[in-house]
């Protein structure tokens, strides 16, 4: 065998080890164990670790998955069964593809009709800022588009890597995307006694302290956070913004669960409304990228893969590039570009399917809302355990005390300690979390992440495994 | 412009593919014709890649159905669709979490089609067994050689690393290779005979790269891309024993085996050469071998999916394998379905048979049909001859031009065939690709079109073809 494990590039071998994956792979194992006849003391494993609403139980949205039918079997836009609205919009979408099949490529930053539907969504979301189809991209995903930024800005081999700022906690799978690309995750710790906020000081003294290490280029944050669940309100926005215009710094916003806000007086808005409703020193100045996904509630059409980022004051040269890159990336699939049209531009009050629709958006908003907060409380009485209020997105970030034992056995299996609480979690009551995502310097805290875009028998069942290993098992701490 | 300062040199040299200007070129044409301005044809003949549907190629019946009842589900349900198309549905929709196709899947792809797909490949192969663990569906088959590349290629190295490609060359594979460091060293195919690939050329290769690279992967397209050359046996034998006495990863890209015109060639796959060679070969030359349901009758580019198979390759090195294809989530489910479907299409029996048979004969005929009239129509033009086009979508032609044209070019800042293919464009309505994106030997100019039409769509393009070719060849003489 000519290739070895040393040959390995040396990128891909730095890239770091995901908490995710092992767990994934016994989740699996015991899954399939069972049915087998293996004994447990649980009848199924339950996945709240990351989210997948329709794995979860919750519906597709009717509208988007009719219009896409009739987009794959072109004679549907005959059938009488189906709503007149959906086979209009599936007939004016087959006229923006080529050969009017959805099999055929299209330009890599997407399909015009699409991209400048996003635009026009873009500007009623932020009632008036301009936003044009030619500076939307879209993408398979956010890790694609995320990854494209990343590696533009990853330099040339010079001897300081470049830096991401990078919240922490963060989504899991960033750290990883950050190696790939040869870039350094440069952290800020998130306030969690504030909600998980980002404050200024800390972006301050983050970045200071990266400057040693790096080349910091670019700040990411999320809003609504993930997995923190913490919404911005404008100040806050005002705040990053400034900073990173002091700065220079890219400024890379992942708005994926904008449409996932229920916190009481909280509203999402948007960092480019804000930053278009500060002085123009910063309105056309600042460099700003912002990410959106299929995703996400409440369409949660992740197996479709696409996104889109819209650049915002970024050179036209590099949005050159951003083509260019886009070219050997993955092409978005076409269902998937025209399932992001549906995601913005629903059916309007009116429209045949608009009952339909409005009903399954408010269902899936208010199983949300109620586990959000179902959940928090029962987690936050348990002892050993607070949980922040989560004002959006798909998640719940609880802390966690774990007990001297599983700290030492964590010590000498090599695993940290949140590590095995879940992986023991998962053995003894078949549910399984998902990873605390704390990299970097803090000091020693456990968290856990926990899906709440569930269906609410299915979190009743998890919050009871969960409290009676946390309370009454081996894990329970004094 | 201040944080992106420095982009990676990496990406600068990625550069500017000609398919965008003239694509900017067609755009502002099919404008002008919306406004009825006059020109001698009434719509453009867009054959620039391989994308069987913009050409025309109706989509496969028994594929549109499967896919929209995995959508929609309630047509799963109805008997508006044949019975094998919703027992295939449903079959489907139970490999899908929540009985969705909008749910993630496992990395590597829905375990029950990448089972299937092992054994499409066993049957494809007399019965050379193929394993699901060593499978791995990606969004498109090149991103599965992406992943491979990154895993192999070490942008740091001194000396670089490189990988030896064929010259012509389809067009994003040496510019992916680019943009992760590598460096492509290109070996020549034998233009005169039928664009043939030979050993020497490889060696030759080789050497060139002394000093500049150092090569771990050869990269072989089989049907070829542009050039539609099927491999012979022989050939594929020389080729693995060279990639095993020089200790080189052979990655086979073979999309388009579901193409082959002539009647002199079928397609082997370099799985089925490998394990006839038996040990040691069989068992120590690594290979990762290609296939997508972009190409082929399926022609569905847009859904993205393809798949690798990879084949003795270190445990160690697989695990990586497994990161990088982890690190990207999982091929979009659609695209597996499609992948599902061509590994496993209607059986003579099934009541979708009848018609998915008769389509997939029609599009038979019709590209044995359009390569026979390609090849009578160009050769018979002076300037422009081409080799039999044994397989895959594409006809390459080779132009001869006069010196006056190539000096007209050159004054304008393009190359000759760029330059020709813009005037093809602009006064016959034909987007072709210019001979120049396929890194071609210097001094060569050629052109390259989709085969993958409609008849009727065919001759209007030969006959385009013949008349603005005369035309320039006049002027230009």
Same mark, same amino acid.
């Given at each position: 065998?000519?290739?070895?494990?040393?040959?390995?590039?040396?990128?891909?071998?730095?890239?770091?080890?995901?908490?995710?994956?092992?767990?994934?792979?016994?989740?699996?194992?015991?899954?399939?164990?069972?049915?087998?006849?293996?004994?447990?003391?649980?009848?199924?494993?339950?996945?709240?670790?990351?989210?997948?609403?329709?794995?979860?139980?919750?519906?597709? =949205?009717?509208?988007?998955?009719?219009?896409?039918?009739?987009?794959?079997?072109?004679?549907?836009?005959?059938?009488?069964? =189906?709503?007149?609205?959906?086979?209009?919009?599936?007939?004016?979408?087959?006229?923006?593809?080529?050969?009017?099949?959805?099999?055929?490529?299209?330009?890599?930053?997407? =399909?015009?009709?699409?991209?400048?539907?996003?635009?026009?969504?873009?500007?009623?979301?932020?009632?008036?800022?301009?936003?044009?189809?030619?500076?939307?991209?879209?993408?398979?995903?956010?890790?694609?588009?995320?990854?494209?930024?990343?590696?533009?800005?990853?330099?040339?081999?010079?001897?300081?890597?470049?830096?991401?700022?990078?919240?922490?906690?963060?989504?899991?799978?960033?750290?990883?995307?950050?190696?790939?690309?040869?870039?350094?995750?440069?952290?800020?710790?998130?306030?969690?006694?504030?909600? &998980?906020?980002?404050?200024?000081?800390?972006?301050?003294?983050?970045?200071?302290?990266?400057?040693?290490?790096?080349?910091?280029?670019?700040?990411?944050?999320?809003?609504?956070?993930?997995?923190?669940?913490?919404?911005?309100?404008?100040?806050?926005?005002?705040?990053?913004?400034?900073?990173?215009?002091?700065?220079?710094?890219?400024?890379?916003?992942?708005?994926?669960?904008?449409?996932?806000?229920?916190?009481?007086?909280?509203?999402?808005?948007?960092?480019?409304?804000?930053?278009?409703?500060?002085?123009?020193?910063?309105?056309?100045?600042?460099?700003?990228?912002?990410?959106?996904?299929?995703?996400?509630?409440?369409?949660?059409?992740?197996?479709?893969?696409?996104?889109?980022?819209?650049?915002?004051?970024?050179?036209?040269?590099?949005?050159?590039?951003?083509?260019?890159?886009?070219?050997?990336?993955?092409?978005?699939?076409?269902?998937?570009?025209?399932?992001?049209?549906?995601?913005?531009?629903?059916?309007?009050? @009116?429209?045949?399917?608009?009952?339909?629709?409005?009903?399954?958006?408010?269902?899936?908003?208010?199983?949300?809302?109620?586990?959000?907060?179902?959940?928090?409380?029962?987690?936050?009485?348990?002892?050993?355990?607070?949980?922040?209020?989560?004002?959006?997105?798909?998640?719940?970030?609880?802390?966690?005390?774990?007990?001297?034992?599983?700290?030492?056995?964590?010590?000498?299996?090599?695993?940290?300690?949140?590590?095995?609480?879940?992986?023991?979690?998962?053995?003894?009551? @078949?549910?399984?979390? /998902?990873?605390?995502?704390?990299?970097?310097?803090?000091?020693?805290?456990?968290?856990?992440?926990?899906?709440?875009?569930?269906?609410?028998?299915?979190?009743?069942?998890?919050?009871?495994?969960?409290?009676?290993?946390?309370?009454?098992?081996?894990? *329970? *701490?004094? | 412009?201040?944080?992106?300062?420095?982009?990676?040199?990496?990406?600068?040299?990625?550069?500017?593919?000609?398919?965008?200007?003239?694509?900017?070129?067609?755009?502002?044409?099919?404008?002008?014709?919306?406004?009825?301005?006059?020109?001698?044809?009434?719509?453009?003949?867009?054959?620039?890649?391989?994308?069987?549907?913009? /050409?025309?190629?109706?989509?496969?019946?028994?594929?549109?159905?499967?896919?929209?009842?995995?959508?929609?589900?309630?047509?799963?349900?109805?008997?508006?669709?044949?019975?094998?198309?919703?027992?295939?549905?449903?079959?489907?929709?139970?490999?899908?979490?929540?009985?969705?196709?909008?749910?993630?899947?496992?990395?590597?792809?829905?375990?029950?089609?990448?089972?299937?797909?092992?054994?499409?490949?066993?049957?494809?192969?007399?019965?050379?067994?193929?394993?699901?663990?060593?499978?791995?569906? *990606?969004?498109?088959?090149? &991103?599965?050689?992406?992943?491979?590349?990154?895993?192999?290629?070490?942008?740091?190295?001194?000396?670089?690393?490189?990988?030896?490609?064929?010259?012509?060359?389809?067009?994003?594979?040496?510019?992916?290779?680019?943009?992760?460091?590598?460096?492509?060293?290109?070996?020549?195919?034998?233009?005169?005979?039928?664009?043939?690939?030979?050993?020497?050329?490889?060696?030759?290769?080789?050497?060139?790269?002394?000093?500049?690279?150092?090569?771990?992967?050869?990269?072989?397209?089989?049907?070829?891309?542009?050039? @539609?050359?099927?491999?012979?046996?022989?050939?594929?034998?020389?080729?693995?024993?060279?990639?095993?006495?020089?200790?080189?990863?052979?990655?086979?890209?073979?999309?388009?085996?579901?193409?082959?015109?002539?009647?002199?060639?079928?397609?082997?796959?370099?799985?089925?050469?490998?394990?006839?060679?038996?040990?040691?070969?069989?068992?120590?030359?690594?290979?990762?071998?290609?296939?997508?349901? *972009?190409?082929?009758?399926?022609?569905?580019? @847009?859904?993205?999916?393809?798949?690798?198979?990879?084949?003795?390759?270190?445990?160690?090195?697989?695990?990586?394998?497994?990161?990088?294809?982890?690190?990207?989530?999982?091929?979009?489910?659609?695209?597996?379905?499609?992948?599902?479907?061509?590994?496993?299409?209607?059986?003579?029996?099934?009541?979708?048979?009848? =018609?998915?048979?008769?389509?997939?004969?029609?599009?038979?005929?019709?590209?044995?049909?359009?390569? #026979?009239?390609?090849?009578?129509?160009?050769?018979?033009?002076?300037?422009?001859?081409?080799?039999?086009?044994?397989?895959?979508?594409?006809?390459?032609?080779?132009?001869?031009?006069?010196?006056?044209?190539? #000096?007209?070019?050159?004054?304008?800042?393009?190359?000759?065939?760029?330059?020709?293919?813009?005037?093809?464009?602009?006064?016959?309505?034909?987007?072709?690709?210019?001979?120049?994106?396929?890194?071609?030997?210097?001094?060569?100019?050629?052109?390259?079109?989709?085969?993958?039409?409609?008849?009727?769509?065919?001759?209007?393009?030969?006959?385009?073809?013949?008349?603005?070719?005369?035309?320039?060849?006049?002027?230009?003489?």
């Amino acid at each position: 065998m000519s290739s070895s494990r040393q040959q390995v590039n040396p990128r891909v071998r730095g890239i770091r080890a995901s908490a995710h994956t092992p767990l994934h792979r016994l989740a699996t194992q015991i899954t399939q164990d069972i049915p087998l006849g293996a004994l447990k003391p649980f009848k199924e494993v339950i996945d709240v670790s990351a989210g997948d609403p329709h794995k979860a139980g919750l519906k597709p =949205l009717t509208f988007v998955r009719q219009v896409l039918a009739v987009c794959l079997l072109p004679r549907l836009l005959e059938e009488e069964t =189906l709503p007149m609205d959906v086979r209009l919009r599936a007939q004016r979408l087959l006229e923006a593809c080529d050969g009017g099949s959805v099999g055929s490529y299209t330009a890599s930053s997407g =399909l015009p009709h699409v991209r400048q539907s996003v635009a026009e969504f873009i500007m009623r979301r932020d009632v008036g800022v301009p936003a044009y189809a030619k500076d939307i991209f879209i993408c398979a995903g956010l890790e694609r588009a995320l990854m494209v930024f990343v590696k533009l800005l990853a330099g040339g081999e010079e001897e300081t890597q470049t830096g991401v700022l990078t919240p922490v906690p963060c989504p899991d799978n960033l750290p990883a995307l950050l190696d790939e690309a040869w870039v350094t995750l440069a952290p800020y710790r998130l306030a969690e006694d504030r909600r &998980w906020a980002a404050e200024p000081d800390e972006l301050h003294r983050a970045l200071k302290s990266a400057k040693e290490r790096c080349k910091p280029r670019a700040i990411y944050i999320s809003n609504p956070g993930n997995p923190t669940g913490h919404v911005q309100d404008r100040k806050s926005i005002e705040e990053v913004i400034r900073f990173a215009a002091a700065q220079r710094l890219l400024l890379l916003v992942d708005e994926v669960d904008q449409d996932s806000v229920y916190g009481p007086g909280r509203e999402f808005l948007s960092y480019k409304r804000v930053l278009f409703e500060m002085d123009v020193e910063y309105s056309d100045t600042v460099e700003l990228v912002s990410f959106h996904s299929l995703a996400s509630a409440p369409i949660g059409e992740c197996g479709l893969r696409a996104g889109y980022m819209e650049l915002v004051n970024i050179d036209p040269e590099v949005m050159h590039f951003v083509d260019t890159m886009l070219c050997t990336d993955i092409s978005t699939p076409v269902t998937g570009q025209l399932a992001l049209d549906l995601m913005v531009d629903p059916p309007r009050p @009116g429209d045949l399917s608009f009952d339909t629709y409005s009903q399954e958006i408010l269902l899936t908003r208010a199983v949300l809302s109620q586990n959000a907060q179902r959940a928090q409380e029962f987690l936050n009485d348990l002892p050993g355990m607070s949980c922040q209020p989560a004002m959006g997105g798909i998640y719940l970030y609880p802390r966690l005390n774990v007990s001297p034992e599983i700290v030492e056995k964590a010590k000498i299996l090599k695993l940290a300690p949140e590590d095995l609480y879940r992986q023991m979690l998962l053995e003894q009551k @078949g549910v399984f979390l /998902g990873a605390g995502c704390q990299y970097g310097e803090t000091p020693a805290t456990y968290h856990v992440r926990l899906c709440i875009l569930v269906l609410p028998d299915t979190l009743e069942e998890v919050l009871a495994r969960l409290s009676s290993f946390h309370c009454h098992g081996p894990a *329970s *701490s004094p | 412009m201040s944080a992106i300062q420095e982009i990676s040199p990496n990406v600068r040299n990625m550069k500017q593919l000609q398919y965008t200007v003239l694509a900017k070129q067609a755009s502002r044409i099919k404008g002008e014709l919306r406004q009825r301005v006059t020109k001698p044809f009434k719509d453009l003949i867009e054959v620039y890649s391989g994308d069987a549907h913009r /050409g025309g190629v109706k989509p496969l019946t028994f594929v549109q159905q499967v896919l929209a009842a995995c959508v929609y589900p309630p047509l799963a349900h109805s008997d508006k669709l044949p019975v094998d198309v919703r027992q295939r549905a449903e079959l489907l929709l139970k490999g899908c979490d929540g009985g969705s196709v909008g749910s993630y899947t496992a990395t590597g792809g829905i375990p029950q089609i990448v089972h299937r797909i092992s054994e499409f490949i066993t049957r494809r192969d007399g019965g050379a067994p193929s394993h699901p663990e060593n499978i791995y569906i *990606s969004p498109g088959s090149q &991103w599965g050689l992406l992943n491979l590349l990154t895993v192999l290629v070490d942008a740091e190295a001194s000396p670089r690393t490189g990988v030896l490609t064929p010259r012509p060359c389809y067009l994003t594979s040496n510019l992916s290779m680019v943009g992760l460091g590598a460096v492509p060293v290109p070996y020549d195919l034998c233009e005169e005979q039928g664009w043939e690939l030979r050993v020497e050329e490889l060696r030759a290769a080789l050497e060139s790269a002394k000093g500049v690279c150092k090569p771990v992967a050869l990269y072989v397209i089989n049907p070829g891309n542009p050039t @539609g050359h099927v491999q012979s046996r022989k050939s594929m034998q020389e080729v693995i024993r060279f990639v095993s006495e020089k200790r080189l990863f052979l990655l086979a890209d073979e999309v388009y085996q579901d193409l082959v015109h002539g009647e002199q060639r079928e397609f082997v796959s370099y799985k089925r050469v490998l394990m006839e060679m038996g040990p040691p070969l069989s068992d120590t030359v690594e290979l990762a071998s290609f296939h997508s349901a *972009s190409k082929g009758f399926m022609g569905e580019c @847009g859904l993205r999916g393809g798949y690798m198979e990879l084949v003795n390759l270190d445990p160690a090195v697989m695990k990586y394998i497994h990161t990088m294809c982890s690190t990207n989530s999982c091929a979009p489910v659609l695209g597996q379905v499609a992948l599902d479907l061509l590994a496993m299409p209607p059986q003579a029996g099934d009541p979708s048979h009848p =018609l998915y048979r008769e389509e997939t004969q029609r599009i038979r005929t019709t590209l044995v049909r359009n390569v #026979r009239r390609a090849f009578e129509v160009v050769n018979s033009l002076p300037g422009l001859c081409c080799q039999p086009v044994e397989g895959g979508a594409f006809a390459f032609p080779r132009l001869h031009l006069p010196p006056k044209a190539i #000096r007209r070019a050159e004054e304008t800042g393009m190359q000759p065939d760029m330059f020709y293919c813009t005037r093809l464009l602009e006064e016959a309505g034909v987007f072709v690709s210019p001979g120049c994106e396929y890194e071609p030997k210097e001094g060569t100019y050629h052109f390259r079109f989709c085969i993958m039409l409609p008849e009727e769509v065919m001759e209007e393009l030969l006959r385009r073809l013949t008349s603005f070719h005369t035309q320039f060849m006049k002027d230009f003489s």
